[in-house]
């Protein structure tokens, strides 16, 4: 199973964004581009080119989608909240891409003034194997958690869901490598999808994806943000919503939410943070001409 044609090296790690006194922290694990079809199915790249807003940030030249894997550090002052771990090192995957990668994360992380013993909570979206993997970390052959000080928040849906439909013949062990060294230490806390993290920071349900699939809404001073989480993979889908994740459970319901959650932000002020959106990775939704569709303006 080949992920993508290339991994980009230069990871462009220091984005950040100000929501009123709440800063966002952008830290990269991996940028890679082409094989549309590992996530999109439908994105043919002569499909892709004919959508010129998405140069030259989230499309090549031939029409290969750019997507990057990163954690969102939400910072209120007094609340570190990780968004979602990335893949990590030593996973053993059957994605040859992402088998016992090794990156910079932690020293990526540390640089941005943040380590891992500062970060009070992690949040999770969802429990898929490239939004848990620095859950955890490999120590003396053991997978001990991460984030050692943090409590690990899982919407008790999702949790309910995977606990009970492990399946580790397509990916590998995920729960067994990063979620459940987690519960097994007392770190995990199961919440609703609508749950209050703390002032200014709380969950949007957005299922399809998985079941409890959640977004993260973050307010501060007038201003606000949306982290997507999956519900959307890349800006493309702001064009062509219909386009479905090839690892949506419900597909269905994903265009469902992706439909409701457009037409809710189309031509606001909330800034949309993508999950995998490659730099500059958070922009305004904007109607395109023909008013039935969008696009991702990142002119912020």
């Not at 220091?14 to 590992?38: D, H, L, P, Y």
């Not at 499909?47 to 939400?74: E, Q, R, T, Y």
Request: negative net charge; proline residues 4%.
């Amino acid at each position: 199973m080949m992920a993508f044609k290339e991994c980009i090296a230069d990871r462009d790690n220091s984005t950040q964004w100000q929501i009123g006194n709440i800063k966002i922290t952008r830290i990269v694990e991996i940028v890679v581009s082409g094989n549309n079809a590992f996530v999109l199915p439908d994105a043919e790249n002569e499909l892709c080119l004919s959508l010129d807003w998405m140069k030259p940030h989230f499309m090549n030249d031939d029409g290969d989608l750019i997507f990057s894997v990163h954690a969102l550090i939400i910072d209120t002052g007094e609340k570190r909240i990780m968004v979602d771990t990335c893949i990590g090192n030593d996973k053993q995957l059957a994605v040859p891409d992402w088998d016992k990668m090794q990156t910079t994360f932690i020293s990526d992380l540390e640089d941005a003034g943040y380590s891992a013993d500062s970060i009070d909570t992690v949040l999770c979206t969802h429990l898929h194997v490239d939004h848990v993997g620095w859950n955890t970390m490999l120590v003396d052959g053991n997978w001990v958690p991460t984030f050692k000080n943090a409590r690990y928040l899982f919407a008790k849906e999702e949790w309910d869901h995977w606990d009970s439909h492990e399946d580790e013949i397509e990916i590998g062990p995920v729960m067994q490598q990063s979620v459940r060294p987690v519960v097994e230490a007392g770190l995990m806390d199961l919440v609703n999808s609508e749950h209050q993290v703390c002032a200014g920071i709380k969950l949007v349900p957005t299922p399809g994806h998985t079941p409890g699939h959640v977004s993260v809404h973050i307010s501060s001073e007038g201003k606000e943000a949306l982290i997507t989480g999956d519900f959307v993979h890349h800006p493309v889908q702001m064009s062509r919503p219909h386009w479905c994740s090839a690892a949506d459970d419900d597909q269905d319901k994903g265009l469902q939410t992706r439909n409701e959650m457009f037409s809710k932000y189309v031509d606001s002020d909330v800034l949309i943070i993508g999950t995998h959106f490659p730099t500059p990775t958070a922009g305004y939704i904007k109607h395109q001409s023909d008013e039935e569709n969008y696009w991702l303006d990142v002119n912020i």
